[in-house]
């Protein structure tokens, strides 16, 4: 079953059960996809929706911190609660050991030596980290750390 078949069942249960926080957060996530696939030639494959929730997911992070700043806590949870339904959708997390021996493996395919060549490590760890869901600041930190440290 795919990411999208799996939204759509979950959806309907939710309506069955009238579970409004979960409709509404479902219906947002079917939203973002349906517009995802406007986009594309064909339907949304299970890369793309990993792609579409990741973004939703980052987004969610994002507007809890901006509410938590300035002192809206109640939205700031909703935001979270959000954030835990959309990243029950998403495949297993990367380990930070994973992330680190993705980082490792990437300096020495491409011959790294400084931070020049940030761009090309981040670019091979995530290829080697493909499939798993990937905190893109964590990765970038470890390769910073790594690159700095030769």
């Given amino acids: 079953m795919t990411i999208v078949e799996i939204i759509n069942r979950d959806l309907t249960e939710a309506m069955k059960a009238r579970e409004a926080a979960r409709l509404s957060a479902l219906r947002m996530i079917k939203t973002a996809l349906k517009l995802r696939e406007t986009e594309l030639p064909g339907p949304v494959d299970d890369g793309e929706a990993t792609k579409v929730l990741n973004t939703l997911l980052k987004q969610r992070r994002d507007s809890a911190e901006q509410y938590r700043a300035g002192g809206r806590e109640e939205l700031a949870i909703k935001e979270e609660n959000e954030a835990r339904l959309i990243e029950s959708y998403l495949p297993a997390a990367a380990s930070d050991e994973e992330m680190r021996r993705a980082i490792d493996e990437a300096v020495a395919e491409t011959g790294a030596s400084s931070m020049k060549d940030m761009g ?31």
Avoid: C
């Fill in 120 to 150: 090309s490590v981040m670019k091979a760890a995530r290829s080697r980290l493909e499939g798993r869901t990937v905190d893109g600041k964590a990765l970038s930190d470890l390769a910073k750390s790594k690159l700095s440290g030769q």
